[in-house]
């Protein structure tokens, strides 16, 4: 046991300089909440505080980290606002079905404000060509659209 007690100031070391290599490739704030544990773990080693205690401290303090972060970015209103774009004006809008429209066989157009869009039922039902619908959302490159328009 003594043995590993004395690698442990390099993996925590290890940890560390992973840990800042991947926050440097990737912009997203990834491994920044095991810093802080892998550090104070690595205080902890100098001082040949046990194995386990130093497991646990850093799953502990790591886990803390996170969910801190988390609250204080909440708090602050850290949510990603959705952009709107010119597609949401269709939201609403009535269009016409100009390829019928099944959800099963990935099929469907319409026509709404002079554009053809690929489109789906939200509900799975078909729908056949010339029916008027209304759009109810817009996933990806689809619109969304049911019946009652």
Known sequence: MTDILNYMPYVWTLSLILCVLMEAATAALTTIW??????????????NVPVVVQVVVYIVVAGLTLVVAKLIIKRRG?????????????????????????????????TVKGQTWTARSDNGDVIPAGERVSVIRIEGVKLIVGKGA
Not at 83 to 89: M, S
């Open 34 to 47: 095991f810093m802080p544990a892998g550090f104070l773990c690595l205080v902890l080693s100098l001082f």
């Open 78 to 110: 850290g949510s990603v606002p959705k952009t709107p774009t010119n597609a949401d004006r269709l939201i609403g809008e009535t269009a016409v079905v100009t390829v019928a429209i099944d959800n099963l066989s990935a099929k469907g157009e319409v």
